[in-house]
């Protein structure tokens, strides 16, 4: 399987938007300030990461965490 996001890390996660799709999403629905390390997005603390995840996975797509496929996540 492909994914269109892999995120790893623990405390700071770093979002790897893979497809057009990602980057589009991320575009549309984080807001305020980001900070991006080559081409990936950090975020701090887990609940602001489930929180993406959830929205991610929601609008159908497919989301890594720390090499789990995520699939049907907060559904």
């Known amino acids: 399987m492909s994914f269109d996001v892999v995120i790893q890390g623990q405390g700071v996660f ?6 057009e ?13 980001q900070t991006w390390l080559h081409d990936m997005l950090a975020c701090e603390g887990s609940r602001n990461t489930r929180a993406i995840v959830a929205g991610m996975v929601r609008d159908g797509l497919n989301v890594e965490v720390n090499g789990v496929d995520m699939k049907g ?3």
């Open 14 to 19: 770093m979002i790897d938007p893979l497809s």
């Open 21 to 33: 799709r990602a980057k589009q999403w991320i575009e549309e629905n984080i807001r305020g300030e």
């Open 73 to 75: 996540f907060g559904q």
